[in-house]
């Protein structure tokens, strides 16, 4: 038999194909109660619970969960994908502050020059048929 985990919180049984919790969580019509089973103060907890209310029925608590789990000391990467996840929701409602957010989190520089247009004006715009005529290139 192989054990393993799989994501946040899940686990996997080759064999007797037993449902962990992601498979639970995904599948329940309800899933306070799942919540409840989880310890608090752990990552799966924050995880799940801050994916609990990043769902449409619970939106409004989307950005308190995350917001708790920032500390001094930096955070982990299940709480930065839920920051992630939480400024993409809400760029229907909020859409400068999405794309502060992917500009700053990704580096972009957008402040380039447009490209010169100087030079194409110098640039022929009509080709010379007479310099690819078969009796011009076999007399070169």
């Given at each position: 038999?192989?054990?393993?985990?799989?994501?946040?919180?899940?686990?996997?049984?080759?064999?007797?194909?037993?449902?962990?919790?992601?498979?639970?969580?995904?599948?329940?019509?309800?899933?306070?109660?799942?919540?409840?089973?989880?310890?608090?103060?752990?990552?799966?907890?924050?995880?799940?619970?801050?994916?609990?209310?990043?769902?449409?029925?619970?939106?409004?608590?989307?950005?308190?969960?995350?917001?708790?789990?920032?500390t001094?000391?930096?955070?982990?990467?299940?709480?930065?994908?839920?920051?992630?996840?939480?400024?993409?929701?809400?760029?229907?409602?909020?859409?400068?502050?999405?794309?502060?957010?992917?500009?700053?989190?990704?580096?972009?520089?957008?402040?380039?020059a447009?490209?010169?247009?100087?030079?194409?004006?110098?640039l022929?715009?009509?080709?010379?048929?007479?310099?690819?005529?078969?009796?011009?290139?076999?007399?070169?």
């Amino acid at each position: 038999m192989v054990v393993g985990t799989v994501g946040q919180g899940g686990s996997y049984v080759r064999g007797q194909q037993a449902i962990g919790f992601i498979e639970k969580y995904a599948t329940a019509t309800d899933r306070r109660p799942l919540l409840e089973q989880l310890i608090p103060g752990t990552e799966d907890y924050f995880y799940y619970s801050a994916l609990y209310h990043q769902t449409p029925s619970h939106a409004a608590g989307g950005r308190r969960g995350p917001e708790a789990w920032r500390t001094p000391s930096g955070t982990t990467q299940p709480v930065n994908d839920m920051f992630a996840r939480q400024e993409l929701l809400e760029y229907a409602t909020n859409p400068q502050q999405t794309l502060a957010y992917l500009t700053r989190e990704l580096g972009l520089q957008l402040s380039h020059a447009p490209p010169s247009r100087d030079r194409a004006a110098t640039l022929s715009n009509k080709f010379d048929n007479a310099q690819i005529e078969l009796k011009q290139l076999i007399d070169q």
